[in-house]
């Protein structure tokens, strides 16, 4: 098992910056490919950015390219999302998953979610 705690949502201006954060609990956070993925309301679960076990390959959705970055640090079995020049659009319910086999851009490929954060973003 893998728990997922995610933090760091709130509310934000358009054009501002936010830095999410999922703490992982349990197996070794380093076996992991982690993802991140959003919900906004009566949308489906989007991908927007996903990580390898040591951090060497990234990807990202086109809508947040430029924008986004993940990153992961293993000694603090923790994920980031830092988060730029937000939009109106990237409102939603932030989740972080982990995934035993790859780095993955399905939900269904990824084993472990978190609760989710809120993200608010105002125009």
């Known amino acids: 098992q893998v728990q997922l705690v995610e933090s760091g949502g709130g509310l934000e201006q358009a054009g501002g910056s936010l830095r999410l954060s999922c703490a992982a609990s349990g197996r070794t956070f380093s076996n992991y490919a982690m993802g991140w993925f959003r919900q906004a309301p009566g949308k489906e679960r989007e991908f927007v950015a996903a990580?390898?076990?040591?951090?060497?390959?990234?990807r990202y959705a086109d809508s947040v390219k430029g924008r986004f970055t993940i990153s992961r640090d293993n000694a603090k079995n923790t994920l980031y999302l830092q988060m730029n020049s937000l939009k109106p659009e990237d409102t939603a319910v932030y989740y972080c998953?982990?995934?035993?086999?790859?780095?993955?851009?399905?939900?269904?490929?990824?084993?472990?979610w978190g609760q989710g954060t809120q993200v608010t973003v105002s125009s």
């Open positions: 990580i390898s076990f040591i951090g060497y390959t990234t």
């Open positions: 998953a982990a995934s035993p086999v790859r780095i993955a851009v399905r939900p269904h490929e990824y084993e472990y």
